[in-house]
């Protein structure tokens, strides 16, 4: 053995990933397998294939683990699509899932009431979302086979009860692999033609397994995100599809979403009548209660006698004019009389009252005090007397005190 020949693991590794990747048979293989030890992490999908007697890793990466059409679950049969290659930083070869569905009808089934499941709680199911049908569509988007049998029972119905309607088809596989896809992609074109008033999807029937498709979740999703009402007819009135749950309305046969979506010519003609004579009926009843009121307007005061307000007001203004009249009197004497004793009162206090009584005022010169005793004016002093009419300027010969003028009267009484 010769040491100088030995290689690393990593190349080792990486050897036998080119063998994986070189075989043409491991570049794209199917494998049908349960599901076990289940592992979601941010969106990436790890899991191991097993059956009974084996078992191998299994990796599916975000991008199309999103893409899928069921929930995978713990336990699930499913055939897995994809490249087995070699996880070098273990050496651990697997299969890395591109593509996976469930196995068999059972599986299919229940991956189905968990798709269910999920929309419902999405609220894509709603009764109160969904859209009312135009009551007269002039143009109607056909979702469907060129070649198959729904479109012409579509046409033909549609015609038949209107011939003004005109159709628009986006051609779309009802059936296999792919089929959602073209079917959505035809949603979407017919959303985006202009004029389009209502969209049919379908087919003419078909077994379980070829309505199989219309339980896709993106075409779900596309019928839910439609701007314009769609109505699925799928053809099979005893099981409801995902489609016929979404929708916006559900017809058991491609002739029956025609008579749905397209009212007939009598039926226009019966209704435009009906709503006619509705109208009529109306219009008189409003110009009933209009006469009514007109009738009860003219027979009020104001109208038959128009000045009536006038009279009232000018009664009412007179009224009001005396009252102010009388209250205004009365304060005016109220205020009268006490000016008249506020007046009597002054002048029995007024000082010239006092002094035409032949009574004077002696003010000393030159400070103006007033002389109240005879003390405050000795001999000499000068003095202002006021007198009724006008003053006297004098001078204090003798000034008599009170005790002076006692002395005298005892004298003259001797």
Known sequence: MDPNK???VSRLNAYVRDLFRSDDFLREVMVRGEIGNLRNYQGHLYFTLKDEK???KAVMWRSDASRLSFVPSEGAQVIAAGSVSVFERDGVYQLYVSFMEPSGLGALYAALEKLKEKLEKEGLFRQERKRPLPFFPRKIGLVTSIRGAAIKDIISVGRRRFRGVSFVVADSKVQGEGAAGTMVRGIQALNEVPGVDVIIIGRGGGSQEDLFVFNDETLARAIYASRVPVVSAVGHERDVTVADLVADARAATPSQAAELVVPAAAD???????????LRNEIYKMIGGYRQTLSLLRSRPALERPDWFLVSSRETLIRLARQLEAGMAAVMEKKSNAFMKTTA???????????SRGFSLVRRMPDGVIVRDARLAPKGTEVEVSLMRGSLVCRVEESLTESDLIGEGEEDGK
């Open 6 to 8: 030995a290689i690393t």
């Open 54 to 56: 084996a078992s191998i």
């Open 268 to 278: 226009l003609l019966t209704t435009v009548s009906s709503r006619r004579e509705d």
């Open 345 to 355: 009162k002054l002048d029995a206090l007024s000082p010239l009252r006092v002094l």
